[in-house]
């Protein structure tokens, strides 16, 4: 299983830094300030670190950092974008050390795996006494997927779509319900949930958005006349995210802390 199960990871060519790159990097931004609103201790552990876009924004808070992926192409990158950490390639599930962490991360994974209770119960039992896992995965019921669900461009809520599957190799959907439910059956104890970034635009939407909106005041886009002169393209997304702490369930990331 693990070698075919690698093989496949290989395949897919979603990359954050890559793939509707504003927008992802802008959603990273607020993933990983999330997670150091909740973080512990001194050292990391990001299961999995992908291309270590995300890693690198947590990396600052912590001594040491480690970073877990199975696909080669991803640590390639990850060792360009931060030289300093430590990577190894393996599957979550396979990874063995006997180093334990008082910080783990596990953001936009459990949606991949074949079965997500067992990498819950992995991940945990590499935490220390008094560490906490943070598990962030991307929200079914997100705004944008509600409003395609009325216009007719998702069946429901759940649906998977091609990129989903294809590109980014998801196997299912979550809520923060049903993620809840997992880390439950994993025997594990959610701590707090929340969400990150209220979003009401589909990613390649948005992404579109960011790059092209009317972000000037005078335009009628989101700029204030007469008033003082501001990002309004970083004002955006720090109230989206501020929002999003309000709305967790309609949010593009919902998460869950968890302790043993």
């Avoid at 991803?74 to 950490?85: G, R």
């Avoid at 759940?158 to 294809?166: H, T």
């Avoid at 003082?228 to 990331?253: M, T, V």
């Amino acid at each position: 299983m693990s070698q075919s199960e690698k093989a496949l990871q290989e395949t897919f060519t979603w990359a954050r830094s890559q793939v509707f790159n504003e927008y992802n990097y802008v959603l990273a931004h607020y993933q990983a300030q999330a997670c150091l609103e909740h973080a512990r201790g001194t050292s990391l552990l990001d299961l999995p670190c992908g291309d270590a876009t995300l890693t690198s924004m947590l990396a600052p808070r912590f001594r040491r950092v480690v970073g877990v992926d199975a696909s080669g192409k991803h640590l390639e990158l990850a060792k360009a974008t931060l030289p300093d950490a430590e990577f190894h390639e393996a599957l979550i599930e396979e990874f063995e050390t006997s180093e334990r962490f008082d910080t783990i991360c596990m953001l936009n994974i459990l949606e991949h795996v074949i079965d997500p209770v067992q990498v819950l119960q992995k991940a945990a039992s590499l935490m220390s006494d008094d560490g906490i896992l943070l598990v962030h995965v991307p929200n079914a019921r997100a705004i944008n997927r509600r409003l395609a669900v009325l216009m007719g461009t998702l069946t429901e809520c759940e649906e998977l779509s091609p990129f989903d599957i294809q590109v980014a190799g998801h196997r299912r959907s979550y809520s923060l319900e049903t993620l809840c439910a997992d880390v439950e059956r994993a025997g594990l104890r959610v701590t707090a949930t929340g969400g990150v970034f209220y979003k009401m635009l589909s990613t390649p939407q948005i992404d579109w958005f960011l790059k092209n909106g009317l972000w000037e005041e005078g335009g009628f886009g989101w700029g204030r006349v007469g008033g003082p002169q501001k990002d309004w393209k970083a004002e955006f997304c720090r109230a989206s995210y501020e929002l999003g702490k309000e709305h967790p369930e309609d949010c593009n990331i919902v998460y869950a802390c968890i302790t043993r």
